[in-house]
């Protein structure tokens, strides 16, 4: 047996490099100013402008000219300099502690909700400075659940940017050849996914991210558990991983994927190919896969067998759903927030100037950019409340139409709807700080495929996920010891 998905994980983190290389990572902004001492005066010295230093959790060559442009008009409107670095989502939360322990912060750190509340409890995130940024912006513009969801301890910690639906795609025109129901609850997921499983032209039924290095891997599960029932935590703090809720929807998520997904790992680039190749009838992914399903990225072309005469073809033959249901009549959704936080390094004043900036005069322009997976959560401003909210999903996508066009109004509208009012682990269990925890160290998404790998069975993945959730919990006071529990039960 090889080394466990664990053992290589915390060996590649071992390994990384938590410096960020300037050279590759910091873009210079055109069109920013630069001093100079006229030769007469080449004594004095110059007036420098102010500088903020801000962390974007995207890397596309879109978003680097977006930013770029955001960026030079801040500084000819505020007079101050920004450095802008690009950083890819899986090493954000080792460079953000890696700055901590060599006072390196930046000012602003654009980055996941999950990070947030761990973040501000630790003192990363000033508290102060985002509840000013949100009062002078209108806190009556964003959307209120929004703001819900980045309090902690009754104090906003950051400002929420935008956020998108963990979607559920499925064939309809596989479905309807075969009537299967609509796969928006675990018994319809699980006939549909037997039914279009065909080993044999290397067809399978259900396709979702496994990788132990991925934090979808942990997402998809988390939805399936919270449809479920399943929450990770309650107000007091027990964990609840070994309840019946969670046990049971385990069992399902290893039966579908051990069953019915390709033999080995999967990413988010597998799940999203084996879709457009026509090799799946069903995967849960992100909205960023809804232009392509339409052929509208030259890189990336459906290659379905029906989609060389029309391109058009996956987009049309589609389902969407944004929730599903668990085996006790349970439902639920889940959401991927993208917040903005002011940290405690940053110049309290240039740092709100920036946050207004970016919530004003450069939030369309951070919109347009994959705005598939950008709902606004400032939803409008005062004299237009929903200006913003109102235009995603009906402004036209850069390579072709909007999706309202696409897809219909109905399906924007499920996109759009309540995008901050789905379940998260733990958050508003007021318990978000061991949420971060977790995704940094991808303990739930490495113990998922420990069990996918053979290393454990479902029963004992909960044994381990729960001394591993619980380990993180300084002074956990509710503590199971599972495997006796489980040899009594069998005596």
């Given at each position: 047996?090889?080394?466990?998905?664990?053992?290589?994980?915390?060996?590649?983190?071992?390994?990384?490099?938590?410096?960020?290389?300037?050279?590759?990572?910091?873009?210079?902004?055109?069109?920013?100013?630069?001093?100079?001492?006229?030769?007469?005066?080449?004594?004095?010295?110059?007036?420098?402008?102010?500088?903020?230093?801000?962390?974007?959790?995207?890397?596309?060559?879109?978003?680097?000219?977006?930013?770029?442009?955001?960026?030079?008009?801040?500084?000819?409107?505020?007079?101050?300099?920004?450095?802008?670095?690009?950083?890819?989502?899986?090493?954000?939360?080792?460079?953000?502690?890696?700055?901590?322990?060599?006072?390196?912060?930046?000012?602003?750190?654009?980055?996941?909700?999950?990070?947030?509340?761990?973040?501000?409890?630790?003192?990363?995130?000033?508290?102060?400075?985002?509840?000013?940024?949100?009062?002078?912006?209108?806190?009556?513009?964003?959307?209120?659940?929004?703001?819900?969801?980045?309090?902690?301890?009754?104090?906003?910690?950051?400002?929420?940017?935008?956020?998108?639906?963990?979607?559920?795609?499925?064939?309809?025109?596989?479905?309807?050849?075969?009537?299967?129901?609509?796969p928006d609850d675990f018994a319809a997921m699980y006939a549909?996914?037997?039914?279009?499983?065909?080993?044999?032209?290397?067809?399978?039924?259900?396709?979702?991210?496994?990788?132990?290095?991925?934090?979808?891997?942990?997402?998809?599960?988390?939805?399936?558990?919270?449809?479920?029932?399943?929450?990770?935590?309650?107000?007091?703090?027990?964990?609840?991983?070994?309840?019946?809720?969670?046990?049971?929807?385990?069992?399902?998520?290893?039966?579908?994927?051990?069953?019915?997904?390709?033999?080995g790992v999967q990413t988010d680039t597998s799940t999203r190919?084996?879709?457009?190749?026509?090799?799946?009838?069903?995967?849960?992914?992100?909205?960023?896969?809804?232009?392509?399903?339409?052929?509208?990225?030259?890189?990336?072309?459906?290659?379905?067998?029906?989609?060389?005469?029309?391109?058009?073809?996956?987009?049309?033959?589609?389902?969407?759903?944004?929730?599903?249901?668990?085996?006790?009549?349970?439902?639920?959704?889940?959401?991927?927030?993208?917040?903005?936080?002011?940290?405690?390094?940053?110049?309290?004043?240039?740092?709100?100037?920036?946050?207004?900036?970016?919530?004003?005069?450069?939030?369309?322009?951070?919109?347009?950019?994959?705005?598939?997976?950008?709902?606004?959560?400032?939803?409008?401003?005062?004299?237009?409340?929903?200006?913003?909210?109102?235009?995603?999903?009906?402004?036209?996508?850069?390579?072709?139409?909007?999706?309202?066009?696409?897809?219909?109004?109905?399906?924007?509208?499920?996109?759009?709807?309540?995008?901050?009012?789905?379940?998260?682990?733990?958050?508003?269990?007021?318990?978000?700080?061991?949420?971060?925890?977790?995704?940094?160290?991808?303990?739930?998404?490495?113990?998922?495929?420990?069990?996918?790998?053979?290393?454990?069975?479902?029963?004992?993945?909960?044994?381990?996920?729960?001394?591993?959730?619980?380990?993180?919990?300084?002074?956990?006071?509710?503590?199971?010891?599972?495997?006796?529990?489980?040899?009594?039960?069998?005596?």
């Amino acid at each position: 047996m090889g080394t466990p998905p664990r053992l290589e994980v915390e060996a590649t983190r071992a390994a990384w490099t938590p410096t960020p290389t300037p050279q590759k990572l910091l873009l210079p902004v055109e069109g920013v100013p630069v001093a100079t001492i006229p030769p007469a005066e080449a004594t004095l010295p110059a007036a420098p402008y102010r500088s903020i230093k801000v962390w974007v959790n995207e890397t596309s060559a879109e978003h680097r000219a977006a930013l770029q442009q955001m960026a030079t008009e801040f500084t000819a409107a505020a007079e101050v300099d920004v450095e802008l670095m690009f950083v890819s989502p899986p090493l954000l939360p080792d460079l953000v502690n890696t700055a901590v322990l060599s006072q390196t912060l930046p000012d602003i750190i654009i980055h996941p909700l999950e990070y947030t509340a761990g973040w501000a409890e630790r003192g990363i995130l000033n508290a102060d400075a985002a509840a000013t940024a949100v009062n002078q912006i209108g806190r009556d513009t964003f959307d209120p659940a929004a703001l819900e969801l980045v309090t902690v301890n009754g104090q906003i910690t950051a400002l929420p940017s935008n956020g998108y639906k963990q979607l559920l795609i499925y064939r309809t025109d596989w479905f309807a050849e075969a009537n299967l129901a609509v796969p928006d609850d675990f018994a319809a997921m699980y006939a549909a996914a037997e039914a279009t499983t065909d080993r044999e032209n290397l067809r399978a039924g259900f396709v979702i991210p496994t990788e132990s290095n991925l934090v979808t891997t942990h997402q998809a599960f988390e939805q399936i558990a919270l449809a479920n029932g399943c929450n990770l935590i309650d107000d007091k703090g027990e964990v609840l991983l070994p309840e019946p809720p969670c046990r049971e929807a385990l069992d399902f998520y290893f039966s579908i994927v051990n069953q019915f997904s390709p033999i080995g790992v999967q990413t988010d680039t597998s799940t999203r190919n084996a879709y457009l190749a026509g090799r799946t009838g069903l995967i849960m992914a992100g909205p960023e896969v809804l232009p392509l399903l339409a052929g509208l990225d030259d890189s990336l072309p459906p290659t379905c067998p029906e989609c060389a005469g029309n391109p058009q073809f996956l987009a049309e033959n589609s389902g969407i759903l944004t929730e599903i249901q668990g085996e006790g009549g349970t439902s639920a959704g889940f959401s991927n927030l993208t917040n903005l936080g002011i940290t405690s390094a940053a110049d309290v004043e240039t740092a709100v100037a920036f946050a207004d900036f970016w919530f004003n005069e450069g939030y369309e322009t951070w919109l347009s950019v994959n705005s598939e997976r950008k709902v606004p959560l400032r939803q409008g401003t005062a004299e237009n409340p929903t200006q913003f909210i109102d235009a995603w999903g009906h402004t036209p996508l850069p390579d072709g139409p909007a999706l309202a066009e696409l897809y219909g109004d109905e399906v924007i509208a499920q996109l759009r709807n309540g995008v901050a009012t789905t379940s998260r682990w733990g958050i508003r269990q007021g318990q978000g700080s061991l949420l971060t925890t977790l995704y940094e160290n991808l303990s739930i998404s490495v113990t998922l495929q420990e069990m996918l790998s053979g290393y454990f069975n479902p029963a004992q993945t909960i044994i381990e996920a729960y001394n591993r959730v619980t380990d993180e919990i300084p002074n956990y006071q509710y503590y199971r010891d599972l495997e006796e529990e489980t040899q009594e039960g069998e005596n």
